[in-house]
């Protein structure tokens, strides 16, 4: 088992610092200050935590980093490892299986980003309760997809009036 993090001694300690704490959010720097770490390792263990975004700052919630302690103080530093193992486990994993899909160039015209409704390929039809693509191989049906997802997002109200039954 890997070393227990530098901090994990002092649980207790910035336990009782954050319980004190009368701000509602803490920024990076408040938690390097308060973990005894560099920003990296400040990163890390604010990530996954909800929080606020003011540009490039991002603050956490106190109470969710106290209960995120709190459990991790309950568990102890076992726990802490398997709990740390697994999430690497679930990453590697997401990554094996997201891998072929970002191997795979998806074909498309230069201009399918300013794609309108009207200008989709013959080869997708729409109305009311029924879309119909046309397509030959797994890229194809994604260009189209893309292309579709496409003129939805820069003309959603024809959109709709396409795919929505007439009152």
């Known amino acids: ?29 408040a938690v390097e200050v308060l973990f005894g770490v560099q920003e990296r390792r400040a990163r890390q263990l604010m990530a996954g935590l909800p929080g606020l975004q003011a540009g490039n700052a991002f603050a956490v919630e106190r109470l969710a980093l106290l209960k995120r302690l709190e459990e991790t103080s309950a568990s102890g530093p076992f726990q802490w490892e398997v709990n740390r193992r697994a999430r690497v486990v679930d990453d590697l994993e997401r990554a ?15 201009d399918v980003r300013e794609r309108r409704l009207a200008g989709l390929s013959g080869d997708i039809a729409l109305k009311a309760g029924e879309l119909r693509i046309e397509f030959f191989g797994a890229e194809d049906l994604a260009s189209k997809l893309f292309e579709l997802s496409q003129a939805m997002a820069n003309d959603w109200t024809a959109f709709a009036e396409a795919v929505e039954p007439a009152p």
């Open 96 to 110: 094996r299986r997201l891998l072929p899909g970002r191997n795979v160039l998806i074909p498309s015209a230069p």
């Open 1 to 29: 088992m890997p070393a227990q993090p530098a901090w994990f001694h002092r649980l207790d300690a910035i336990l009782e610092a954050v319980r004190r704490l009368n701000y509602s959010h803490l920024d990076r720097r």
